[in-house]
C-alpha cells in the first residue's frame, strides 16, 4: 500500500521540491498550500492532490487533512514546511509583523501538528517531520525573529517526541542552511528604519553578506532528498542537517564555545 505524506506550504522552494520526489518515489502527496491556482504542474501528476490551507486558518487545516484522509485512506508523515523569514533590526517591526512571525512559523505548526495527532493516534503511527533551520541551532545578525521562532520549533520537536512515542509515533528535525529557493524573495520580509542610525552598519553588513551566502546555497532538491531519508530510514534519530554549510556550522557550534563562535560569526559579517 502506498504512503501518503501531507505537505505545507508546497507550492514552492523546498515544499514543492518535496512533493516532487516523494511522488516521483512512488508515494501519494497532500500538497497544501494557501492559492492551489499556482500549482499548475503539480495538479498534472498522478497520486498528487493539491489542497488549499492557510496555516492561520483552524478550518482550513481541519478541510485539509479530512480531504486528504479521504482521497487517500490515510496519512503517514506530515511534513510542517510553510514558514518565511522577517529579520532587521527589532525595534523597527511593528507588534502585527512580529505576532505575524510567530503565528505563521511556530503557532500554525502546532495548529497542523495537533489537527493531525488524532489521526495518528488512532492508527497508533505516523510521523511528524518538522522544518527547522540551522537558524534553529545558530543566529545571524538582526534575525531576532526568525530564529526566535526556528529555536521553538526545535525545542516543540524534542519535546514532541516523546509524547508520539507512546503510540508509536517518530518526530524530526531538518535543518537546512542556505538553500536556493525564494526564501530571500516572497518568503523573505526585511524590516528597517533608517532613522534608527545605530542599526545601519549592521543592516549595511548583512545586505552586503546575503549575495555571497546565496551563491553557495545548495538546491532545493538536496532537502528534499534529506527529508525523504528522515521518512524512510527507520533509525531513531531526531535531527537531519541538509547541506554543505549546514553541517559546517552545526558543527562549529558544537566544538566552540559562544564568545569564540560569536566572534566568528561577527568577522564573517565585517562586524
Known amino acids: ?3 501518503t505524506i501531507l505537505i505545507t506550504g508546497a507550492s514552492s522552494g523546498i515544499g514543492k521540491a518535496t512533493a516532487l520526489y516523494f511522488q516521483s518515489k512512488g508515494w501519494n502527496v497532500v500538497a497544501t ?10 495538479k ?12 492561520l486558518d483552524l478550518d482550513s487545516i481541519e478541510r485539509a487533512i479530512s480531504i486528504g484522509i479521504n482521497h487517500f485512506g490515510t496519512i503517514d508523515v506530515l511534513l510542517n514546511n510553510a514558514g518565511y523569514g522577517a529579520y532587521g533590526p527589532l525595534e523597527s517591526f511593528k507588534r502585527d509583523q512580529i ?11 502546532l495548529d497542523v501538528t495537533r489537527a493531525i495527532l488524532p489521526h495518528f493516534r488512532a492508527h497508533k503511527k505516523g510521523m511528524i517531520i518538522n522544518i527547522s533551520s540551522i537558524g534553529g541551532k545558530i543566529t545571524f545578525p538582526l534575525g531576532s525573529l526568525y530564529h526566535g521562532t526556528k529555536f521553538a ?23 537546512p542552511g542556505m538553500i536556493a529557493t525564494d526564501f530571500a524573495g516572497r518568503s523573505f520580509e526585511f524590516s528597517n528604519d533608517e532613522n534608527m542610525s545605530e542599526y545601519q552598519h549592521i543592516v549595511s553588513a548583512l545586505m552586503n553578506a546575503m549575495p555571497g551566502m546565496s551563491q553557495n546555497a545548495s ?22 542537517s541538509a547541506g554543505e554549510d549546514a553541517k559546517v556550522l ?5 566544538q566552540y564555545d559562544d564568545a569564540t563562535f560569536i566572534n566568528g560569526m561577527k568577522a564573517q559579517f565585517g562586524l
Open 1 to 3: 500500500m502506498k504512503k
Open 33 to 42: 498550500m494557501r492559492n492551489p491556482d499556482s500549482a499548475s504542474e503539480l
Open 44 to 55: 498534472q501528476l498522478d497520486h498528487v492532490l493539491v489542497v488549499p490551507m492557510d496555516v
Open 99 to 109: 505576532l505575524r512571525q510567530f503565528n505563521t512559523n511556530v503557532i500554525g505548526l
Open 153 to 175: 520549533v526545535e525545542g516543540i520537536s524534542e519535546s514532541l517526541h516523546y509524547e508520539v512515542e507512546q503510540f508509536g509515533g517518530q518526530v524530526k528535525i531538518v535543518e
Open 219 to 240: 538546491p532545493a532538491s538536496l532537502v528534499a532528498e534529506i527529508i525523504y531519508e528522515a521518512a524512510t530510514d527507520g533509525k531513531n534519530q531526531l535531527r537531519y
Open 250 to 254: 552545526l558543527e562549529n557550534r558544537q
